[in-house]
Nanobody, 119 residues
Framework: QVQLVESGGGLVQPGGSLRLSCAASGSIGSINVMGWYRQAPEKQRELVAHITSGGSTNYADSVKGRFTISRDNAKNTVYLQMNSLKPEDTAVYYC?????????????WGQGTQVTVSS
């Protein structure tokens, strides 16, 4: 069984920082893209950032310059460093991992972690 465990969410004041982590365990296979998505109330889930196995990154325009995605391949873990947080960053954040095993691609999602930016 593959399990993704997220951590690091919480309540922070505007301008503050948080670091999210997502660790994958189990027979996940070869991990390709690792990413973070978020979903605010009454809004669709959107891509925040992703990172490929080669280290290439992509960010939503709304977080460029403030968020940094990174990964530790040895630990099957992806991180999201969030700085200069704004109230509009408030959402449930989900990690997503794309992996290949026995020639089949599978996408795995974390359980979500709440990030609330408020004074």
């Amino acid at each position: 069984q593959v399990q993704l465990v997220e951590s690091g969410g919480g309540l922070v004041q505007p301008g503050g920082s948080l670091r999210l982590s997502c660790a994958a365990s189990g027979s996940i296979g070869s991990i390709n893209v690792m990413g973070w998505y978020r979903q605010a109330p009454e809004k669709q889930r959107e891509l925040v950032a992703h990172i490929t196995s080669g280290g290439s990154t992509n960010y939503a325009d709304s977080v460029k310059g403030r968020f940094t995605i990174s990964r530790d391949n040895a630990k099957n873990t992806v991180y999201l460093q969030m700085n200069s947080l704004k109230p509009e960053d408030t959402a449930v954040y989900y990690c997503k991992i794309e992996a290949w095993r026995l020639g089949v691609r599978r996408d795995y999602w974390g359980q979500g972690t709440q990030v609330t930016v408020s004074s």
